[in-house]
């Protein structure tokens, strides 16, 4: 790679890095507050609500933010600027549209079922439904700045001041004043903490337009056939994503236990911080990815996919020894004893996160060299595993249950996506690449 590469992929890097500790630490702290603020029944009533949101609202996202991060990199890279006034206004139209239907029909079905709910449940859903336009076109802003190589811009809005202005006003509410919050009174402040990342997101993007974006006399070109079929998989990839990541919370908050779905809500944002540097690493390589294999320098993607993982298990293996040796009393410690119980279970995610930052960026990798096919493909087979071993075991062992399923199907997700890395692109994407980029010849 050249110098001018490396350095800014080194400072892009640092950047996002910085940006997501602070964004895992305010993950923590918002649980821990939220947690505090509300107590345990509360603060699990308000994660389960979250969780279906989440899921339901896939529809509004139909994999948009990946499409726009990967066409504007793609039109940045050719300086093609109608290409990228056309997939900011398709995206923006489609997301708004569909997410505007869905809360409208997400604040109906809170008022006709409001009986079959549990107490409380019907306030709490009528403000989430709120967020679903807000973030599935907020996220939109931040993917574009990061198809235009500003990643850490990109992440700012969602990733650190939504986050953080939820906590301050918990904190100040609930803690320092003394105000008894319910888990709908927790929801309205989220709604409200979205629509000021929604505006400040805006903005940034606004600031940021290349000249050729601003240009008035460039029309905005459409691929819309080639976009809605790149949006199918991408969808379905993000839905699966979302049922993976809050399957557990969804099946213990069924079962009629929120304290046991706040306890899994905390194990998982726990095992997510093991993959924050990963996480950080595809906000950076990602746009690149595509930019790559476009250019068609194979040898530069196949060094930065060995970059990529080896860094990326580096930073989760400190952490998981730390979760294995003391989860339970730093679960006590942080958040209560309360949550003591949820050690174990965290100790396992923990396992099932290592392996996956070992498997590199397999997802980032397929999905930006246009085989998100493969990639739907193989999250929908691990999807059904997860639901199907969810069901089976969280019945039976509770926490431990929920985690197990969720780390054999992570692990059961990245050696699908590697196969398909090996035979599409004949890339190395795990820690091995290491071998592969200094092998002699």
């Not at 603060?43 to 609500?49: F, V």
Request: with cysteine; hydrophobic share 60%; net charge positive.
């Amino acid at each position: 790679m050249g110098t001018a590469f490396s350095s800014r992929l080194v400072q892009s890097g640092l950047g996002s890095v910085f940006v997501r500790i602070a964004t895992a630490l305010l993950a923590v702290l918002s649980s821990v507050v939220l947690a505090r603020g509300l107590g345990p029944a509360e603060y699990g009533l308000y994660a389960y609500t979250l969780s279906i949101i989440l899921v339901v609202a896939v529809p509004a996202h139909l994999g948009l933010p990946t499409l726009v991060t990967r066409e504007t990199a793609i039109a940045h890279g050719r300086a093609d600027w109608g290409r990228m006034k056309g997939v900011w206004l398709w995206s923006t139209k489609a997301a708004g549209a569909i997410s505007a239907g869905l809360a409208i029909l997400g604040a109906a079905a809170a008022v006709l079922w409001s009986d079959h709910l549990a107490p409380g449940q019907p306030a709490v859903l009528a403000w989430a439904v709120l967020l679903i336009p807000l973030i599935a076109v907020g996220t939109l802003r931040g993917a574009a700045l990061r198809g235009l190589q500003r990643p850490v811009l990109g992440q700012l809005p969602y990733q650190i001041i939504r986050p953080a202005l939820l906590t301050a006003a918990v904190a100040v509410l609930g803690l320092a004043l003394g105000v008894r919050l319910s888990a709908g009174d927790a929801m309205a402040i989220h709604v409200g903490a979205a629509l000021l990342a929604f505006i400040v997101g805006a903005g940034m993007l606004w600031r940021a337009r290349p000249p050729g974006v601003i240009d008035r006399a460039v029309a905005p070109t459409y691929d819309s056939r080639a976009w809605i079929m790149s949006t199918l998989p991408l969808s379905l990839i993000a839905g699966m994503s979302l049922l993976n990541q809050n399957i557990g919370v969804l099946v213990l908050g069924a079962a009629g236990d929120p304290t046991a779905a706040g306890v899994f809500q905390v194990v998982m944002q726990g095992g997510l911080v093991l993959v924050l540097g990963q996480a950080a690493l595809d906000m950076v390589v990602a746009p690149r990815f595509a930019r790559l294999n476009a250019l068609g320098e194979r040898g530069k993607l196949q060094r930065l996919v060995a970059l990529s993982a080896c860094a990326s298990l580096a930073m989760a293996a400190p952490v998981a020894l730390i979760y294995i040796a003391f989860g339970e009393p730093l679960l006590a410690l942080v958040f209560g004893d309360g949550f003591r119980d949820g050690g174990a279970a965290l100790a396992i995610v923990a396992v099932g996160q290592v392996i996956n930052a070992g498997f590199g960026s397999v997802n980032a990798l397929l999905n930006m060299t246009g085989f998100e096919r493969d990639t739907a493909r193989s999250l929908t087979i691990a999807g059904i595993a997860h639901v199907a071993a969810a069901a089976t075991l969280i019945p039976l062992f509770g926490l431990i249950g929920a985690a197990v399923s969720a780390a054999g199907t992570l692990v059961l997700w990245n050696l699908l996506q590697w196969r398909m890395i090996r035979k599409r692109l004949q890339l190395e994407s795990t820690v091995l690449a290491l071998y592969e980029r200094f092998r002699p010849l």
